[in-house]
T-cell receptor, first 111, second 113 residues
Framework: KQEVTQIPAALSVPEGENLVLNCSFT??????LQWFRQDPGKGLTSLLL???SQREQTSGRLNASLDKSSGRSTLYIAASQPGDSATYLC??????????WGAGTKLIIKP | DGGITQSPKYLFRKEGQNVTLSCEQN?????MYWYRQDPGQGLRLIYY???????QKGDIAEGYSVSREKKESFPLTVTSAQKNPTAFYLC????????????FGPGTRLTVT
C-alpha cells in the first residue's frame, strides 16, 4: 500500500532564505508526483508535476526533484517571500486516475 | 472565468441529518472528484466520476452518496451513516484522459454537532 509522508509538518523561516520541503513515498512504482499549494481554508493549486521518467521540474523560484529509487521528492523554494506562506502538499499517482496524498507541510515565512 | 465552485463555504448540521454539498464546474471537464481533508492527514478520495451517469467509489465512500446527472455538476450527500462527517470537503475536476491534472474548488467546511 502506497503511503506518502511529508516531514516536517510545519516550518517557519525568515524571509529571503532558501528552503527545502520533503516528501517520501513507500512504493517506487508511481506514474508521477505533484506538488500543490493550499492557502488557509481554500482549494489546492498545482505547482509542479514531475513525470516518473523525469528527475526535476522548475517554475520560477520553485524546483522539484524526484528520486524514484529512494522514494523521495524535494521542493526547493529560493529567496522565500511572505506570500509563499501556505501549506504544501505532495501527491503521487498510483494509477491513471487516483492520487495518494501526503498530509502537507505548513510553511510560514516571517517578514 | 472558468472554474469550480463549491457552496456553501461553511455548513452546519445536526447529527442524524443528511446534507448535500454542491460542486459545479464550467471547465467542460468530463471527470470530477470528491475528497475529504482532515487535520494532519492527506486528502482521501470519496467518489469520482469519469463521465455523466457513471461514478465509482474511492477509498472512503461509506456514508456518502453522489450523483452525476449533468456534466457540470457532481453533488455529494453526507448521510447520517457517516460516523465522523465533520471535515473539509474538496471537489476537483479534470479532462477525462488527464486525471492526474486536477483543478480544485475552494472547498466546503462541514461541521456536524
Amino acid at each position: 500500500k502506497q503511503e506518502v509522508t511529508q516531514i516536517p509538518a510545519a516550518l517557519s523561516v525568515p524571509e529571503g532564505e532558501n528552503l527545502v520541503l520533503n516528501c517520501s513515498f513507500t512504493d517506487s512504482a508511481i506514474y508521477n508526483l505533484q506538488w500543490f499549494r493550499q492557502d488557509p481554508g481554500k482549494g489546492l493549486t498545482s505547482l509542479l508535476l514531475i513525470q516518473s521518467s523525469q528527475r526535476e521540474q522548475t517554475s520560477g523560484r520553485l524546483n522539484a526533484s524526484l528520486d524514484k529509487s529512494s522514494g523521495r521528492s524535494t521542493l526547493y523554494i529560493a529567496a522565500s517571500q511572505p506570500g509563499d506562506s501556505a501549506t504544501y502538499l505532495c501527491a503521487v499517482s498510483r494509477s491513471n486516475y487516483q492520487l495518494i496524498w501526503g498530509a502537507g507541510t505548513k510553511l510560514i515565512i516571517k517578514p | 472565468d472558468g472554474g469550480i465552485t463549491q457552496s456553501p463555504k461553511y455548513l452546519f448540521r445536526k447529527e442524524g441529518q443528511n446534507v448535500t454539498l454542491s460542486c459545479e464546474q464550467n471547465l467542460n471537464h468530463d471527470a470530477m472528484y470528491w475528497y475529504r481533508q482532515d487535520p494532519g492527514q492527506g486528502l482521501r478520495l470519496i467518489y469520482y466520476s469519469q463521465i455523466v451517469n457513471d461514478f465509482q467509489k474511492g477509498d472512503i465512500a461509506e456514508g456518502y452518496s453522489v450523483s452525476r446527472e449533468k456534466k457540470e455538476s457532481f453533488p455529494l450527500t453526507v448521510t447520517s451513516a457517516q460516523k465522523n462527517p465533520t471535515a473539509f470537503y474538496l471537489c476537483a475536476s479534470s479532462i477525462r484522459d488527464r486525471h492526474l491534472e486536477q483543478y480544485f474548488g475552494p472547498g466546503t467546511r462541514l461541521t456536524v454537532t
